[in-house]
């Protein structure tokens, strides 16, 4: 199994975990040396997790990338600038072929470099082997069901997706609160 397979198709676990914490005991009687220990838990969780504080947002100009639609692309992080709170897009390629929509079947490249450490951590060039999708059917972490929509055939797009679109708290080798940065090229939209 690919990595990406097992990075994004772990997306239905995360949602089922977040959803079972919500769902969690909303008791209030807990003793003040447990709140306090938990309080200072969540704190350092916190601050490990924070932003290094740039007082800026990096936008999709500050990511600087290079190849062509086919050829593996390189992504080079800013640090500079803070990772983005929301799903950044940017067509680097505008394809010719048909527009990707909720529902369709696409096959698509991808690199995929993890912004806390700047590095690449899958790649589906190197395998020489797209990953087929259908797009908005939740096989994929919500920042490719989102990002994806629009891109057409022979495209390539940059996707920064913040945590909330991702892992969240982490899994299949993805840090927690991890903001991810993926140049896609769209190999084939429609059956």
């Keep these: 199994m690919h990595t990406l397979a097992r990075i994004l198709g772990a997306t239905a676990v995360t949602a089922a975990a977040v959803a079972l914490t919500a769902c969690g005991s909303s008791s209030t009687s807990s003793s003040s040396s447990t709140s306090a220990g938990a309080a200072a838990s969540a704190s350092a969780q916190a601050d490990a997790a924070a932003p290094s504080g740039h007082g800026r947002e990096c936008t999709a100009d500050d990511v600087k990338t290079t190849g062509g639609f086919g050829d593996a692309p390189t992504i080079t992080i ?23 929509k909720t529902g369709d079947q696409v096959s698509m490249n991808y690199t995929l470099v993890t912004w806390s450490d ?68 769209a190999v084939k939209v429609g059956s």
């Design 78 to 100: 800013p640090g500079d600038c803070d990772p983005p709170t929301h799903l950044v897009t940017k067509d680097l390629i505008t394809g010719t072929g048909p527009a990707a």
């Design 118 to 185: 700047k590095k690449k951590l899958d790649s589906s060039f190197d395998r020489h082997e797209p990953f087929p999708l259908q797009l908005g059917a939740g096989q994929v972490i919500p920042g490719w069901d989102q990002g994806l929509v629009g891109i057409k055939q022979g495209g390539r797009r940059l996707l920064i997706i913040p945590p909330d679109l991702g892992y969240g708290e982490g899994g299949n080798g993805i840090k927690p609160n991890e903001t991810l940065v993926f140049v896609t090229d």
